[in-house]
């Protein structure tokens, strides 16, 4: 019985140091199992943050890329604009030129009286000269700003000022491009209009590229032959309780119901391939945004589209 029972023991003790053994390779099991999910987990994490970082710059050369893009839009308008000062430059400096020798003419024939009315006729030619000097270098210094990829500073901008001179520069440089392009374009400005805080350089972006497409899809219309069919794009400004609105108008194709809410989506383009980004709409959209405010669209199709940009106080 003493044998029997000294058996009974050992064979439980083997049972329980078996089960222990079987619990220890468990648990061993266990934490290999849990070390590779950690460095697959971590693994992953290194590959969504890898992937983040190269989105968030593929996405920061797209924006580049997008607005040298419209740098180059820029390009054959600036030329046009920038001639009409560097001309009354020019022309203001060779009449100055003549009046001086007519000056001395006058005072070696001691006509002090005429000497002094030619000299103030050049006093007023300098005058026209710096003012027209003053508009050449505003136009070559927005086009630095436009190209530049750093943050901006937002300062009081007067939106009649940029809406005007953005719409001018679309059209002459899609003029320089497309020598067949004719389409007629009107301002409607509120005198009124108090100066709003922004960063100009990007709302000018927003401005040019809006009246980029409604040039071309006017264009593209006209194109198609409709009988007394007058290309229209027009830009209004309008003061409102909380802020101020801008308006661009067409008279162009429209947009479809059926994607009229894609149209501020990145890549997303009625163009035709190679005619655009497919980011234009969506990089104004996050730029008003960004200013807090709101870009909205109403259009019908076959009648033409409105843009409208608010802006608060």
């Known amino acids: 019985m003493i044998i029997f029972a000294s058996l009974g023991g050992l064979a439980m003790f083997v049972i329980i140091s078996i089960s222990l053994f ?6 061993q099991k266990a934490n290999r199992l ?16 890898s992937a983040y970082d190269k989105l968030k710059s593929t996405q920061a050369q797209l924006i580049q890329s997008e607005k040298m893009a419209s ?3 820029l390009t054959a308008g600036i030329a046009h604009e920038i001639q009409n000062p560097l001309n009354f430059v020019n022309n203001f400096s060779e009449v100055s030129e003549e009046m001086v020798d007519e000056m001395k003419e006058e005072l070696e024939k001691g006509d002090y009286e005429e000497a002094k009315s030619i000299g103030e006729e050049i006093k007023q030619n300098l005058s026209r000269i710096r003012l027209h000097g003053k508009r050449a270098d505003s136009i ?20 009649n000022l940029l809406a005007n001179e953005f719409l001018r520069l679309s059209y002459h440089g899609i003029r320089a ?12 400005l509120d005198e009124e209009l108090p100066k709003v805080t922004v960063v100009p350089q990007d709302i000018g972006r927003v401005i040019l590229n809006m009246v ?3 040039f071309y899809t006017v264009n593209e219309k006209s194109k198609t032959g409709i009988p007394d069919y007058h290309p229209m794009v027009r830009v209004k400004t ?24 894609k149209v501020f989506q990145p890549f997303f383009t009625t163009k035709p391939t190679g005619s655009g980004t497919g980011l234009g709409l969506s990089l104004s959209y996050d730029i008003i945004k960004a200013h807090n405010g709101e870009l909205k669209v109403e259009s019908k199709e076959g009648e033409g589209t409105e843009f409208t940009i608010f802006l608060p106080n």
């Open 22 to 27: 079987r619990n220890n390779l468990s648990k």
């Open 34 to 49: 849990l070390q590779i999910q950690k460095e697959e987990i971590r693994t992953q994490r290194e590959n969504v943050v």
């Open 71 to 73: 740098l180059g839009e």
């Open 140 to 159: 070559v210094k927005g086009m630095l700003e436009h190209s530049r990829s750093n943050a901006r500073e937002k300062v009081p901008t007067d939106l």
């Open 177 to 188: 491009k497309d020598k067949a392009f004719n389409a007629d374009f009107e301002l409607e």
């Open 212 to 214: 980029n497409n409604a």
């Open 238 to 261: 309008k003061k409102t309780n909380n802020g101020i609105e801008l308006c661009i108008q067409d008279n162009g194709s429209g947009i479809p119901e059926s994607i009229k809410d």
